[in-house]
């Protein structure tokens, strides 16, 4: 499919493009899309969405994973043209946005902004370029959350098995308001700290989102905020702005290659 090719010029659009033509926050929405952000510079792997995997780049599994998902348009917003280039090879749709966006939440909208400026889309799903074993099944427990009455962002939680992910702050806790039985509950709170205290179950938060279109746009439009800089998490900037965040339930973390160790985890598994 033909590229789509976004100037630096049009960087400072993107907020304002985006429409607020989604269903109420009552509504589940209809017409998704997932976008996977995607850049070659990464500190402790860098280039790794075109790190070799089973004979194709990652970003290409993580391409597959969302299309077997079949929530809707798979797209990959890329920072470079070389990550667009190995995704159309295999047939896919690549949105090339300015490379010093602040964020992959910033990426996914600049490319929505270009693919899709009058608001067709009423849902996000937005993926991480580097969960090249994400199992499809856990990107459409995130877009199912989204279709709770009042939900403006979903994402996913795994209950913690392993007694040193609790006091590990690089692994971050969601905590959950979780009714007897449920899968999925209002997220109060996120922390690299061993959250709440006292005895019960701790949940390893997996960092993909699913966005009401509305919630998109506003999220990218704020500013950082103080627990977000204390803690280095961007999800904590839509909480102090007010906005639900639900998260759902799955059985495993997938994982996530961001250094060489983990790359060669990833190929013994997809090898």
């Known amino acids: 499919m033909a590229l789509v090719a976004l100037r630096r010029s049009a960087a400072d659009k993107w907020r304002t493009a985006l429409s607020d033509t989604d269903p109420s926050p009552q509504s589940p929405p209809t017409n998704p899309v997932v976008v996977i952000p995607a850049r070659m510079a990464s500190t402790r792997l ?32 890329c920072a470079e ?3 667009a280039d190995a ?3 295999v047939g896919g749709t690549a949105v090339l946005t300015a490379a010093d966006l602040p964020s ?5 909208a600049a490319a929505l902004a270009t693919i899709d400026p009058d608001g067709a889309y009423d849902s996000v799903v937005n993926l991480q370029g580097d969960l090249p074993t994400l199992d499809p099944v856990s990107i459409r427990a995130a877009f199912t959350a989204l279709g709770t009455p009042g939900v403006d962002i979903a ?6 098995t392993e007694e040193s992910e609790r006091n ?3 692994v971050v806790k969601a905590v959950i308001a979780l009714q007897p039985g449920a ?18 179950d701790h949940y390893h938060h997996i960092g993909l989102y ?38 759902a339930l799955v059985d495993t973390v997938p994982l996530g290659v961001d250094t060489p160790a983990d790359l060669e985890r990833a190929r013994a598994i997809l090898g």
């Open 168 to 170: 590990n702050p690089n």
């Open 104 to 108: 992959g939440s910033d990426r996914a």
């Open 155 to 160: 994402t996913l939680a795994c209950p913690i």
């Open 210 to 247: 699913a966005f009401r279109r509305a919630a998109l746009t506003r999220f990218v439009a704020l500013p950082v905020s103080g627990l977000e800089q204390r803690e280095r998490l961007e999800q904590l900037r839509a909480l102090e702005a007010g906005m639900r965040i639900d998260a």
């Open 183 to 200: 899968t999925c509950g209002r997220a109060l709170y996120f922390s690299r700290a061993t959250v709440p205290s006292g005895e019960g």
């Open 87 to 89: 995704i159309e090879s």
């Open 81 to 83: 043209a070389e990550i």
């Open 46 to 77: 860098p280039g790794k969405p075109l790190a070799d995997i089973a004979g194709e780049p990652m970003i290409v599994h993580c391409w597959r994973r969302a299309m077997e998902a079949e929530v809707g348009l798979v797209i990959v917003a």
